[in-house]
């Protein structure tokens, strides 16, 4: 048996949340983030020489975010943990984190699902305009975002479906908009490699694409600056604990705190909303090929 071999179940890893600036925190206590609410200073040419600047007042609001406490824990036997080959102890820790890292990306998609307002709330297809394709979406989306937040956005944030529908899309001579290599045809839209972040599946209209499993909602983008966003997070502890329930058992476990924030400025983010435009890509299962007779997994005793 190839100890060092072992497969842990699936986890899915965190495109969404790496994407966000990460800012370290150490406990489940409030942050607090002041927003500015009003110009300040009434800047303008002077009318004339020695004349006051006009009176100006600043204002500004507490957003308030309460980060929440992520942990599991499995019990298992001393036996175990002591006669284990490879150390159990490391294959539940990093199936721990897997679980960890899941519940961060959710959290994050979450956020931008619910986020109180947006730049600009582009339907797709659309009725005026009608858009021909979703790029030609996406460029609109990011123009709201310049307008509004007045900086360009980074990213497109969507759903594994929906970033397998923008790489389909073909104009009307049936060429791909998206080509997946450095010298595509001279129409397309966007780029499928780049490697701006670690979870870049492509770039459209000059934006970096990065889908998520934990986007369920295929119809969903978000094009955003995401400089503007936040996650705050702890390090992560992995913890062990003996004889919890005796000395035949040990208790190990995963321990952090996180919260994202994506409403510091609220104009940073376009939602793109295709109603039911973008169907799911066909999960196309399989019938398993036959197994050779020492290739069927041992039976459990």
Known sequence: MLFEEFA????????????????????????????????????????????????GSFTANLLTTSPKTYTGKVDVSRQLVD??????DGIIYADAMGAYNE?????????????????????????????????????????SVRKHRKAPPRVVLCSE????????EKDQQGRPLVTTGYHGPVNAYGLGESVTYGHVAGEVVGL???????????????VAKVDDCLLLESSTFNFRYEEVLGPESIRLGV???????????????????AGTTIP?????????????????????K
């Not at 799911?280 to 459990?300: N, R, Y």
Request: charged share 15%; no cysteine; net charge negative.
């Open 103 to 143: 519940q961060i990306e959710s959290a994050v998609v979450t956020a931008f699902e619910s986020a109180a307002s947006y730049a600009a709330t582009i339907i797709f297809p659309g009725t005026a305009p009608v858009y021909a394709n979703l790029p030609d979406a996406i460029i609109d989306a990011g123009a």
């Open 8 to 55: 842990i179940i699936a986890h899915g890893a965190r495109p969404w949340a790496d994407t966000l600036r990460r800012v370290g925190i150490t406990d489940a206590n409030p942050v607090n983030i002041g927003i500015q609410m009003s110009p300040g200073a009434v800047v303008a040419a002077q009318a004339s020489e020695n004349t006051a600047p006009t009176d």
């Open 255 to 273: 321990w952090g705190y996180a919260a994202p924030v994506v409403g510091r400025y609220a104009m940073a983010i376009a939602k793109i909303d």
């Open 280 to 300: 799911a890509p066909q999960d196309v299962d399989a019938a398993p090929a036959a197994e050779a007779e020492g290739d069927k997994p041992a039976a459990k």
């Open 83 to 88: 006669g284990s080959n490879p150390a159990v």
């Open 208 to 222: 970096s694409v990065v889908p998520s499993w934990a986007q369920a909602t295929d119809n969903h983008l978000f």
């Open 161 to 168: 479906g929906a970033w397998a529908f923008i790489s389909k």
